[in-house]
């Protein structure tokens, strides 16, 4: 048995989890404790609650926002242990990447729009792919205010939003969006004024010489803009002949094993880049026994020249009818020099990895729900499976927050001393470090 897995095994509670138990009542260690959550029951493949599925999350304050299929939730954080709904804003356009800055929310749109779509009400033009921008300054009342169709821009057929990563631009009065077309080279970046958020346009598209899935941010000392996608990754940098509105391209890395690259980010000190990527493309049993350690792995690179550092394996082998991969991922904000991961990760759950050695990496806490009963369907093989777990795992103010494909939002508290003295912030976008750290 993997030495990792057996230390963890140590620690796990002694109980039978029922089939689509609560996350309270999942497979855990001891040291990863539930807190509340809210129940929103969805499928793609059964349409329980009109296929609504819950994607990435960002923060601002005492709220959550957490993008879905078909629009975007706001929830009141401000007790971790009964967290409350607060709004629902449609914009039937799937994958509800979002981003908040004060009283203003941004969301991808990843799909040409069919003919009578809509957004908060709005017609949405047929064959529109890219941003939606909100006015988010009545929490209960969201109000869409601008758009951005970059499905025609720089050239034809640009592929639209999948992912968006805020940069705020203080000085000049903005916020820029580097965005993620995931099946086009580089980023668009995009200007969304902050005194007249509805003048929102498109600025440029910086090339990195492969596709953009996720783009991670962190300003601070570093200054640094990472890429993730296709064989690997693609670092800018945002000083010196690069800005934060023309980066400067610094190095490409390819990954071997590596297809589907997908998420990025850094340690707070700016130091290590951290990398994963999706074999299957999220929708296949990637984290099987007898899958290659580079299916179900993270991999860590100096930020500066690319060089790998080292790579962290998940320890608890998935099966066949669960969909896996190292999905999203944070890094928590300690000033002990520690480095702590965070990671959602479909059907194995959320987990927590200390990589403080970059060598030896363990994970040091997990949460790991039963299979979803497979409904049949063209995903997995063999008997099919749901497309559900862990869309996003993510550390904010001392507290995980989980946003569940199938289930809605789940909350946990970590209770190890690796996270010791986190910093607490103001607000957070998970892809965007507005500060180092020493």
């Known amino acids: 048995m993997n030495k990792i897995h057996s230390t963890a095994s140590l620690i796990l509670l002694l109980f039978a989890a029922p089939v689509l138990a609560e996350h309270d009542e999942d497979p855990r260690t ?33 709220y959550a926002f957490q993008g879905t299929w078909l ?31 004060d009283d203003i929310l941004v969301r991808s749109w990843n799909s040409p729009a069919a003919f009578g779509a809509t957004c908060d009400g709005q017609a949405v033009p047929a064959g ?27 050239v034809p057929g640009r592929c639209g939003s999948h992912t968006a990563t805020g940069v705020p631009d203080l000085d000049n009065g903005r ?19 902050l005194a007249n958020p509805a003048a929102a346009k498109y600025l440029r598209t910086e090339s990195a010489g492969r596709n953009c899935h996720d783009t991670a941010v962190i300003l601070g000392d570093a ?30 890395s390819i990954v071997p094993g590596v297809a589907i690259g997908h998420a990025a980010a850094f340690t707070w000190d700016g130091e290590v880049v951290v990398f994963g990527h999706e074999p299957g493309g999220g929708v296949q049993a990637n984290c ?10 993270v991999f860590f ?41 965070v990671h959602g990760s479909y059907q194995s759950g959320t987990s927590v990895v200390d990589f403080t050695d970059l060598v030896n ?20 093989g063999g008997l099919g499976c749901e497309i559900g777990g862990v869309w996003s795992s993510y550390w904010y103010n001392n507290f995980i927050y989980e946003t569940n494909i199938t289930e809605g939002l789940n909350i946990f508290r970590f209770s190890g001393k690796e996270t010791a003295g986190a910093l607490r912030l103001d607000h957070f976008n998970p892809q965007t470090q507005e500060f180092t750290l020493p």
Request: glycine share 12%; charged share 15%.
């Open 175 to 193: 916020l820029l969006i580097y965005n993620s077309g995931s099946g086009c080279d580089g980023i668009d970046i995009v200007e969304v004024p």
């Open 30 to 62: 001891r040291n990863l404790h539930p807190m509340g959550h809210i129940a929103e029951p969805a499928s793609l493949l059964t349409g329980v609650g009109g296929g609504n599925i819950h994607t990435d999350i960002a923060f601002w304050g005492r």
């Open 71 to 101: 629009g975007f939730n706001i929830r009141n954080i401000s007790a971790p242990r009964n967290p409350k709904q607060v709004s629902f804003t449609s914009c039937a356009g799937n994958q509800g990447d979002v981003v908040v800055w």
């Open 223 to 252: 200054l640094k803009a990472a890429c993730a996608g296709g064989d690997g990754f693609t670092v800018w940098t945002l000083t010196g002949t690069g800005s934060l509105e023309d980066p400067d391209f610094l190095y490409s």
């Open 301 to 341: 690179f100096d930020a500066q020249t690319g060089a790998q550092l080292g790579m962290w394996t998940l320890p608890r082998p998935q099966s066949d009818i669960e969909n896996c991969t190292i999905h999203n991922f944070n890094v928590v904000p300690v000033r002990s020099g520690n480095y702590v991961l």
């Open 361 to 380: 990496p363990v994970e040091i806490a997990y949460s790991d729900p039963p299979p979803i009963p497979p409904p049949g369907g063209p995903f997995c």
């Open 288 to 297: 099987q026994v007898l899958n290659p350690d580079s299916d179900k792995s």
């Open 128 to 154: 529109f792919e890219g941003l939606h921008i909100f006015d988010i300054s009545d929490l209960t009342n969201p109000v869409l205010v601008g758009s951005v169709d970059l499905s025609t821009v720089a």
